[in-house]
């Protein structure tokens, strides 16, 4: 089976950017001369999603511009955030309502995608598929180019759970189901809440990435990003 649907979370304010995103979002930033939006959009395509969705907010009219510009015969479509910006969580239940009953990819753009992660998408998703529970892609601390990272999940058996001391990051991917999100009954709320209860049921799975972890939160994790040479 194959995952055809994918969410690009490209709402975020970009606040610890500037002043690069004062006039620009986040998601049109270019790391080698390709935007982060379109890195995630490649990434998805390439593994045969059909239909993507992207949700707006800060400077929002930029992405649907740079959208309806892109040449590809795949359908993305724009979910519109910029009145009420719905958190992750809301986000997401918001852009796929279309996707109905199947699963879909859900992908920050903020994370450094490139084709060194096709095998990893491949392999997520037959993680998602084997074991019929939604599941995350997750690297160790020590991957990442940016050591201020705490840690979000632990990793056993391709089960994660939340401690109080944690070993691995959140790249940015996972897959999902709408009925996860359905059963909050809200608009607004952060992916966080989903995970929390997933992991009471015992039932979010994970993956781990072998990647360098590309991550651009700051400004400064910008330019020492856009610095390397070894990146593509």
Not at 138 to 151: P, T
């Amino acid at each position: 089976m194959k995952i055809r649907h994918g969410m690009i979370l490209a709402a975020g304010l970009g606040k610890r950017m500037q002043p690069l995103t004062s006039k620009k979002p986040k998601p049109l930033l270019e790391i080698g001369g390709i935007t982060l939006l379109e890195r995630a959009i490649n990434l998805l395509i390439n593994h045969g999603v059909k239909e993507i969705s992207v949700n707006i907010h800060h400077l929002g009219d930029q992405i649907e511009k740079y959208v309806s510009d892109l040449k590809s015969e795949v359908k993305i479509k724009i979910s519109n955030e910029k009145d009420t910006l719905l958190d992750t969580g809301g986000g997401v239940k918001k852009g796929t309502k279309d996707f109905k009953e199947n699963p879909f990819f859900v992908i920050n753009p903020d994370t450094l995608w490139s084709n060194k992660y096709s095998k990893e998408i491949q392999s997520l998703e037959k993680e998602y598929f084997t074991n019929k529970r939604p599941c995350l892609l997750l690297v160790k601390k020590k991957l990442s180019l940016d050591n201020s990272f705490k840690g979000d999940f632990n990793l056993n058996n391709n089960l994660i759970s939340k401690d109080e001391h944690n070993q691995f990051i959140f790249t940015g991917l996972q897959i999902i189901k709408n009925d996860h999100l359905l059963s909050f009954n809200k608009d607004i709320f952060s992916m966080n809440e989903v995970w929390a209860k997933l992991i009471s049921e015992k039932n979010l799975g994970g993956l781990e990435s072998n990647q360098k972890f590309y991550h651009l939160n700051t400004f400064e994790m910008f330019e020492k990003i856009s610095s390397l040479s070894s990146i593509d």
